[in-house]
């Protein structure tokens, strides 16, 4: 009797620990694809790609993009440009969003706006591959991957 509180917290501890354990076994994709106009299939550039977990992407200079997410997971398109939309992942198959009502009638402000903050996101690439080149190459060799694909057409000799 002395001994049954003892076996009963070990057993509880066990237990607890256990269930701890437990982690969901979920598999990563990495899905590709695009943000374009519907009526002209225009790429709409600067698009923000979301998950609920945490994963980010932004759309290039010709819409494109890649992401890094669990099978099921919900992806959230958002721009200024469109109301937001929302799309689950089903496979690992690329993925087209087609945004009705989109025109590249943007004034010259919202594309040179667009312009600095590709350039902006391209210098911030850069400064994040030189500081991992040291001590992750393969983490270096990514940033300068996403850097040059942030600027898109927009690339000349000095970027």
Same mark, same amino acid.
């Not at 391209?122 to 996403?146: E, G, M, P, V, W």
């Given at each position: 009797?002395?001994?049954?509180?003892?076996?009963?917290?070990?057993?509880?501890?066990?237990?607890?620990?256990?269930?701890?354990?437990?982690?969901?076994?979920?598999?990563?994709v990495?899905?590709?694809?695009?943000?374009?106009?519907?009526?002209?299939?225009?790429p709409?550039?600067?698009?923000?790609?979301?998950?609920?977990?945490?994963? /980010?992407?932004? %759309? *290039?200079?010709?819409?494109?993009?890649?992401?890094?997410?669990?099978?099921?997971?919900? =992806?959230?398109? $958002?721009?200024?440009?469109?109301?937001?939309?929302?799309?689950?992942?089903?496979?690992?198959?690329?993925i087209?969003?087609?945004?009705?009502?989109?025109?590249?009638?943007?004034?010259?402000?919202?594309?040179?706006?667009s312009?600095?903050?590709?350039v902006?996101?391209?210098?911030?690439?850069?400064?994040s591959?030189?500081? /991992?080149?040291? %001590? *992750?190459?393969?983490?270096?060799?990514?940033?300068?991957?996403?850097?040059?694909?942030? =600027?898109?057409? $927009?690339?000349?000799?000095?970027?």
């Amino acid at each position: 009797m002395k001994y049954t509180k003892y076996i009963f917290t070990f057993f509880f501890l066990v237990g607890l620990s256990a269930f701890s354990q437990v982690h969901k076994n979920v598999s990563r994709v990495q899905i590709k694809g695009s943000v374009k106009g519907k009526e002209n299939l225009t790429p709409i550039p600067g698009v923000e790609i979301t998950t609920p977990t945490g994963a /980010y992407a932004i %759309t *290039d200079g010709l819409g494109e993009f890649k992401i890094e997410a669990p099978l099921g997971e919900v =992806l959230i398109f $958002q721009s200024p440009e469109f109301k937001t939309v929302r799309h689950r992942i089903t496979s690992d198959e690329d993925i087209d969003v087609l945004v009705q009502g989109y025109s590249d009638k943007n004034s010259s402000s919202d594309r040179k706006s667009s312009s600095k903050r590709a350039v902006s996101m391209h210098k911030t690439y850069l400064d994040s591959a030189n500081y /991992y080149k040291r %001590t *992750d190459i393969a983490k270096s060799i990514d940033f300068i991957t996403q850097s040059i694909a942030q =600027l898109g057409k $927009q690339a000349d000799k000095k970027n």
